[in-house]
Nanobody, 121 residues
Framework: QVQLVESGGGLVQAGGSLSVSCLASGSISSINAIGWYRQVPGKQRELVATIAGPGRGTTNYSDSVKGRFTISRDNAKNTVYLQMNSLKPEDTSVYYC?????????????WGQGTQVSVSS
């Protein structure tokens, strides 16, 4: 089992910056990918950014945030961060931490409870 707890987020004006954090606990040694998705009501949850592997893993960003958002990880703190710069109103969403775990029975996915990011125009 993996537990994910997000923190950060809030309200910011367009062009501003925010960061969100995700603290992972439990069987974290078997996590092979961790990152962020977001979802607005009535729409599908979409990828924001992920980082693969336990070490300096490959990062993956959605085209909509590439160049503005940066995902990073502090393995000593079991925490993954998302730094969001040059925020736009369309970035307003609930941001969910995501982790994928490799088990003997296959892959399992975990989600945090979500944190609201609101960008005013």
């Amino acid at each position: 089992q993996v537990q994910l707890v997000e923190s950060g987020g809030g309200l910011v004006q367009a062009g501003g910056s925010l960061s969100v954090s995700c603290l992972a606990s439990g069987s974290i040694s078997s996590i092979n990918a961790i990152g962020w998705y977001r979802q607005v009501p009535g729409k599908q949850r979409e990828l924001v950014a992920t980082i693969a592997g336990p070490g300096r893993g490959t990062t993956n960003y959605s085209d909509s945030v590439k160049g503005r958002f940066t995902i990073s990880r502090d393995n000593a703190k079991n925490t993954v961060y998302l730094q969001m710069n040059s925020l736009k109103p369309e970035d307003t969403s609930v941001y969910y931490c995501y982790a994928r775990q490799l088990t003997l029975w296959g892959l399992r996915e975990y989600w945090g409870q979500g944190t609201q990011v609101s960008v005013s125009s």
